[in-house]
């Protein structure tokens, strides 16, 4: 779908913003350019929609060279949403998210139409909404409306630059789990910029690790976080972020598969779990039935337990230099 090819940015000719990058996205995925300030993720979403032109390589959208499309054209049918929103103050809510397709001279009746799927689509009522200006809408109502004229003109490409990091942390997530919702439902290619480690982690299918313009890591959220590629990686997720992470890890991570007496465990009549059940969730059984073991079980197979001594043993690999801890529930939620 997106392909950067050896993609290098320098604003000067000599300091290189992006070096060496490249990078694949497949249609329908949500990727995130994830990195410290001043690592180059901006531009290098940027260069996407020729906002910035690469100083060498090549970007391709469907199998074609970007550079070959008028720039204009191109932006057109590529979402945008940015931080600051950009909405018109002097339009209403309906007319700014139908700006793009009247200006590619879209049938009016087909845009009125259009805005209103848009408005119920972000969890606006059209008849509350339509005719508001900007002003009078909060800053979660505000990007709503930027996410919503950034679909207007059904574009296959959103790109989206920190679009929630102005935001207070509830409408924060309440918007990222609205967006989740939106690429499930529309299938929409998504590249999305930010520095907030927790929010790749919770909406990208894979995360581009950035530093100095370069791609230290690109992988989903969960081999980044059980496997960081280097020191610099596992420094900036955090040690201990992949056991605070709900749903990361599973029982198969933690289950002791070594113990003795394992085909003596009668599965019959207490609580079991699947291998890919969560952590969160074994925990949680561990408290409310007070147990001391759970049987791993696969297609009638005990093939592991998790004990105290499991949990604590994957506690001290991920949080080292903690020793003597005890097993909270509190750590997954």
């Known amino acids: 779908m997106i392909q950067l090819i050896d993609v290098y940015k320098t604003f000067n000719g000599n300091d290189m913003v992006v070096e060496d990058l490249?990078?694949?996205?497949?249609?329908?995925?949500?990727?995130?350019?994830?990195?410290?300030?001043?690592?180059?993720?901006?531009?290098?979403?940027?260069?996407?929609?020729?906002?910035?032109?690469?100083?060498?390589?090549?970007?391709?959208?469907?199998g074609k060279d970007i550079k070959e499309?008028?720039?204009?054209?191109?932006r057109r049918n590529i979402g945008y949403v940015i931080q600051q929103v950009g909405l018109f103050p002097h339009l209403t809510v309906g007319q700014n998210i139908g700006v793009v397709p009247r200006l590619t001279k879209n049938d009016p009746a087909k845009i009125a139409k259009r805005t209103i799927e848009l408005l119920e689509m972000t969890g606006l009522k059209?008849?509350?909404?339509?005719?508001r200006y900007p002003n009078e809408l909060s800053g979660g109502q505000q990007q709503r409306i930027g996410v919503a004229r950034a679909l207007a003109n059904n574009p296959d490409v959103v790109l989206m630059d920190e679009p929630f990091s102005?935001?207070?942390?509830?409408?924060?997530?309440?918007?990222?789990?609205?967006?989740?919702?939106?690429?499930?439902?529309?299938?929409?290619?998504?590249?999305?910029?930010?520095?907030?480690?927790?929010?790749?982690?919770?909406i990208g299918d894979r995360i581009a690790v950035m530093q100095d313009g370069r791609i230290m890591q690109y992988n989903t959220p969960e081999n980044i976080l059980k496997n960081p590629a280097n020191q610099f990686i596992e420094n900036f997720v955090g040690?201990?972020?992949?056991?605070?992470?709900?749903?990361?890890?599973?029982?198969?991570?933690?289950m002791d598969k070594n113990y003795e007496n394992m085909k003596d465990i009668k599965i019959t009549d207490i609580v079991i779990v699947q291998p890919d059940t969560s952590l969160h969730?074994?925990?949680?059984?561990?408290?409310?039935?007070?147990?001391?073991?759970?049987?791993?079980?696969?297609?009638?197979?005990?093939?592991?337990?998790?004990?105290?001594?499991?949990?604590?043993?994957?506690?001290?690999?991920?949080?080292p230099g903690n020793e003597g801890l005890k097993c909270p529930h509190t750590y997954c939620t």
């Open 239 to 254: 040690q201990d972020r992949l056991w605070k992470t709900p749903n990361m890890l599973r029982a198969k991570d933690i």
């Open 69 to 74: 499309s008028d720039p204009i054209k191109l």
């Open 126 to 131: 059209h008849e509350d909404y339509l005719n």
């Open 166 to 202: 102005a935001l207070d942390p509830i409408t924060r997530c309440q918007l990222q789990d609205e967006l989740l919702n939106l690429q499930e439902e529309l299938h929409k290619t998504f590249v999305f910029v930010t520095h907030d480690v927790d929010e790749a982690i919770k």
């Open 281 to 319: 969730e074994v925990l949680q059984l561990r408290e409310k039935h007070e147990l001391q073991i759970i049987p791993v079980v696969e297609e009638g197979v005990t093939v592991g337990i998790i004990t105290e001594s499991s949990i604590l043993s994957l506690m001290a690999e991920i949080i």
């Open 22 to 62: 490249s990078l694949e996205i497949e249609e329908g995925e949500l990727v995130v350019l994830v990195g410290e300030s001043g690592c180059g993720k901006t531009t290098t979403m940027k260069m996407i929609n020729r906002l910035e032109e690469v100083s060498s390589g090549t970007i391709m959208i469907n």
